[in-house]
């Protein structure tokens, strides 16, 4: 059963397009994530929901929105894909602070 | 506020060396502290972490780490590398008590050379 799963594992898109990933975790964690990984791995956070309530909310462009239906389910909607958007994004649940677990990511391309 | 500083974009190694990579924090408040190590095309995956207690804390795959509150630091060391170890290796800070937002080092790429 996998833990932390994202859909989908790979998004080739044009600029300018919309698209959106989906993250669900079947941990019973109360805190999700989205991180930003760029090519030279870096890790960037980008947002956080703890019992769907945003609770971090880093410097991100609105493009970026994220959902959350319920504690399980954490959504990234990306409006207006710009060449700069390409990167590996990777989901995440915690028990509140405690360790992170994460998904497999999800590559994006835009062309 | 909190920060991590990982000494060495990349350290290589040959196989049955010691691994040791470096990571320094800054935290005003005591800290919890975490490993994570990431294979090619995966997500992390967490090695180790400290909370409170022993500061000698060990993980999988024969990876462990000392906490030094004086030094503010918290190297992932291994006596013996094996080729599988070939990774990246991330360490995290984030606070002990309150507050959700972890704080990622750079990364250290290790190599295990044949």
């Known amino acids: 059963d996998t833990a932390v799963s994202q859909t989908p594992k790979y998004l080739v898109t044009q600029m300018g397009n919309d698209k959106s990933i989906k993250c669900e975790q079947n941990?019973?964690?109360?805190?999700m994530y989205w991180y930003k990984q760029d090519s030279k791995k870096f890790l960037k956070i980008m947002f956080s929901?703890?019992?769907?309530?945003?609770?971090i909310n880093e410097t991100v462009p609105n493009r970026f929105s994220p959902k959350s239906p319920d504690k399980a389910h954490l959504n990234l909607h990306i409006n207006s894909l710009e060449l700069g958007d390409s990167a590996v994004y990777f989901c995440?649940?915690?028990?509140?602070?405690?360790?992170?677990?994460f998904g497999p990511g999800t590559r994006l391309t835009v062309l | 506020a909190q920060s991590v500083t990982q000494l060495g974009s990349h350290v290589s190694v040959s196989e049955g060396a010691l691994v040791l990579l470096r990571c320094n924090y800054s935290?005003?408040?005591?800290?919890?502290l975490f490993w994570y190590v990431q294979y090619p095309n995966q997500g992390l995956q967490l090695l180790l972490k400290?909370?409170?207690?022993?500061?000698l804390v060990k993980g999988i795959n024969g990876f462990e780490a000392e906490f030094k509150k004086s030094e503010t630091s918290f190297h992932l060391t291994k006596p013996s590398a094996h080729m599988s170890d070939a990774a990246e290796y991330f360490c995290?800070?984030?606070?002990?008590?309150?507050?959700?937002?972890?704080?990622f080092g750079a990364g250290t790429r290790l190599f295990v050379k044949a």
């Open positions: 941990l019973g964690h109360d805190t």
């Open positions: 929901y703890n019992n769907k309530e945003l609770i």
């Open positions: 935290s005003s408040v005591p800290p919890y």
């Open positions: 400290y909370t409170t207690g022993a500061t």
């Open positions: 995440a649940s915690s028990q509140q602070h405690n360790e992170q677990f």
């Open positions: 995290a800070v984030t606070r002990g008590t309150g507050g959700f937002k972890t704080i």
